[in-house]
């Protein structure tokens, strides 16, 4: 896993180090974002699935800031975003990616591209790409497609393909790596970025849905605020309509709070039996 990184790292110096244009656009790209663009707020909605984008960045070998980058280029750091191309999640993952690539579940009552799961599959798609094409060729595959990127020069310079590729993927490179030189900036004035203590999915849990529960009544059984069980499971289309058998994430120290209480009251009547007999 670490000769992984040191590659994607080694691949990051090389490509944009040696091209001047690129090495020039990303500094311009870097002012513009600094200027124009709230890119803390974004690092910030992060820390709320920081252990979702470490975990990629495990077993991936990419570099958790490059994962953040994409992140933060795609969907400023909303998991419930969606593109006007049906594009959603926090790395904006089509439909046909999402479930033929990376068997992310879909259907009429849940997408899990919402959900901060989507990352690692994400992540792991990125990596191949970077791999097959190289760093800016893959992020611009990551963008438009592959076949695009099988249509042009693949030693050619970033400059010289631009001509052959419409303006947003020309510069999605440029802004992710911008994004990513922004990152690491960002966690060297602030070391505590990410911290799991601002992880709301870190120490989360897992009901299954039986006949007639619903998000109210599952807030009610397990005291737990609505409001935090709909930011837990941003995959669910419709609050009103869950199924038997569905999968809902419940922080895990209420869940077992509740079970503690439950066996406690269960232990309690069986003493209270025994003294009755």
């Given at each position: 896993?670490?000769?992984?990184?040191?590659?994607?790292?080694?691949?990051?110096?090389?490509?944009?180090?040696?091209?001047?244009?690129?090495?020039?656009?990303?500094?311009?790209?870097?002012?513009?974002?600094k200027n124009h663009f709230d890119y803390e707020a974004a690092f910030d909605r992060m820390k709320e699935y920081?252990?979702?984008?470490?975990?990629?960045?495990?077993?991936?070998?990419?570099?958790?800031?490059?994962i953040e980058a994409v992140i933060g280029v795609e969907s400023e750091g909303d998991l419930?975003?969606?593109?006007?191309?049906?594009?959603?999640?926090?790395?904006?993952?089509?439909?046909s990616i999402a479930t033929g690539v990376c068997k992310i579940k879909i259907s009429r009552w849940e997408d899990y591209r919402f959900h901060p799961e989507s990352i690692e599959c994400s992540a792991k798609f990125l990596k191949a790409l970077i791999d097959r094409y190289?760093?800016?060729?893959?992020?611009?595959?990551?963008?438009?497609?592959?076949?695009i990127i099988n249509e042009i020069n693949k030693n050619a310079r970033w400059k010289e393909n631009c001509e052959r590729l419409l303006p947003e993927t020309c510069w999605y490179p440029v802004k992710v790596l911008a994004?990513?030189?922004?990152c690491e900036y960002h966690k060297k004035i602030n070391p505590n970025i990410g911290i799991s203590v601002y992880d709301i999915y870190h120490n989360t849990d897992f009901i299954s849905i039986?006949?007639?529960?619903?998000?109210?009544g599952i807030a009610k059984k397990y005291n737990i605020p609505v409001n935090l069980i709909k930011k837990l499971n941003p995959q669910i289309k419709d609050y009103n309509k869950l199924y038997p058998g569905q999968?809902?994430?419940?922080?895990?120290?209420?869940?077992?709070?509740?079970?503690?209480?439950?066996?406690?009251k269960n232990i309690?009547?069986?003493?209270?039996?025994?003294?009755?007999?």
């Open positions: 896993m670490f000769s992984i990184f040191i590659n994607s790292a080694k691949i990051d110096k090389i490509e944009t180090k040696t091209d001047k244009n690129l090495e020039w656009a990303i500094k311009k790209q870097v002012e513009f974002y920081g252990s979702y984008i470490n975990n990629a960045s495990n077993k991936t070998g990419l570099p958790k800031c490059l419930k975003k969606c593109s006007h191309k049906d594009a959603c999640g926090p790395m904006q993952l089509m439909q190289g760093l800016v060729l893959g992020l611009q595959a990551y963008n438009a497609g592959e076949r994004m990513k030189n922004l039986k006949h007639g529960y619903t998000i109210w999968k809902i994430f419940i922080p895990k120290i209420k869940k077992i709070a509740k079970n503690i209480e439950k066996n406690k309690s009547k069986i003493k209270k039996r025994r003294k009755d007999k």
